[in-house]
């Protein structure tokens, strides 16, 4: 059973760094691409940024890349997601997802998602 748990959410203000953490199970994880995504209040979810399986490439969204840095340790199934310069437009609940057919492809169906974690950015 695929299991993924998010933590290192919390209250930054802007400017800030946070670092997330995704700790996983369930399924091979160097075989598996790995995103983040997030969902602000009641907007669509927004795919972040996503990596592949041996972490040799990695992908982010406009609104994210220079401040963000995906990562992963095959050997603790984690995957990581490094915040800095976090701005009040961040604030939003972090999913860690594993795609099932390319990066991001969770968020259309075709993957799993784990509970999340609340991020907030205010002075």
């Given at each position: 059973q695929v299991q993924l748990v998010e933590s290192g959410g919390g209250l930054a203000q802007p400017g800030g760094s946070l670092r997330l953490s995704c700790a996983?199970?369930?399924f091979t994880f160097s075989?598996?691409?790995m995103s983040w995504a997030r969902r602000?209040?009641?907007k669509g979810p927004e795919w972040v940024s996503g990596i592949t399986g041996d972490g040799s490439e990695t992908y982010y969204s406009e609104s994210v890349k220079g401040r963000f840095t995906i990562s992963r340790d095959n050997a603790k199934s984690t995957v990581y997601l490094q915040m800095n310069?976090?701005?009040p437009e961040d604030t939003a609940r972090y999913y860690c997802t594993k795609?099932?057919?390319g990066i991001g492809s969770a968020l259309e169906g075709f993957g799993?998602?784990?509970r999340g974690t609340?991020?907030?950015v205010s002075s």
């Open positions: 996983t199970s369930g075989n598996a691409t602000a209040g009641e310069s976090l701005k795609d099932a057919r799993s998602w784990g609340q991020v907030t």
